[in-house]
C-alpha cells in the first residue's frame, strides 16, 4: 500500500509514521507513507496556501490552486484508488470502512485545516470525506495519522501474530473480552480462573461470554445489531 499525505504542515506528522508497528511496517517494505508539504505545490511568492472565505466571516480557507496542482501531480505518476479529505463533517471512521480501505493500493490523503477546503476542491477530486468522531480538532493531520494507523495494521504481514487483528475490537462488531498477563495474583486480585486452567474450549466460552457483556453494557447501539 502506498500513502500520500497532502498536508500544510508535514512536521505534524514526523513521529507517527516513525516508531513500533508503522515504523516496521515500512521497514518491511508493506507500506510506503509519503507527507507532502502543500506549500511546495503554491505559485505565490508567500507560498500561500489558504485565503479569506467569499462572504466574509472568521477563519482562513485552504485554496484550491495548490490542492490541484499537489493531486494532479500524483495523480498524473500512479492512479489512485482513493482520495480522502479528514473533515468533521465526513463519514464516522469504524472498522468496517478501515476494513474495505485497507485492500486499496494507492490513496492520497489531505489534511484540512482552519474552516477547511474550498468546496470547489472537495467535489472536484475528493472520492471520501472521513471524520474521526463528532469533536473538532487543529487540522487533519492527527486524524490522517488515526486513519492510516487503521489500515497498516491490517495489512497481511505487518502484526506479528496474524490472527491479533481479527481479533480486535469491533471485528465481529462486539468489543474485545478482558485480557490479563503475569503474575497471575497481584496484591489479592486474581486473575480468573478459566484462563489458568489450559481448557481451550472453556476460555473460548469465557471470552465470549464477557465479550458480548462488555458490548451489552457499554455499547448497546452494537449489541442490538447482534444476531
Ligand atoms: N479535522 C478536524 N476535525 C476532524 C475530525 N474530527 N475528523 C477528521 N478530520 C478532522
Redesign the pocket.
Known sequence: MRIDIITCLPRLLDSPFSHSILKRASEKGLVEVIVHDLRDFTTSKQRQTDDYQFGGGAGMVMMIEPIHNAITKLKSEREYDAIIY???D?KT?NQGMANSLSMLKNLIIL??HYKGVDERARERYITHE???????????E???A??ADSLIRLLPGVLSDETSALTDSFQDNMLSPPVYTRPAEFMGLKVPEVLLSGHDKNIEAWRMEKALERTKERRPDLYEKLD
Open positions: 479528514m473533515t468533521p465526513g471512521l489534511c484540512g472521513i471524520s474521526i468522531g463528532d469533536y473538532v480538532l487543529s487540522g487533519g492527527l486524524a490522517a488515526v486513519l
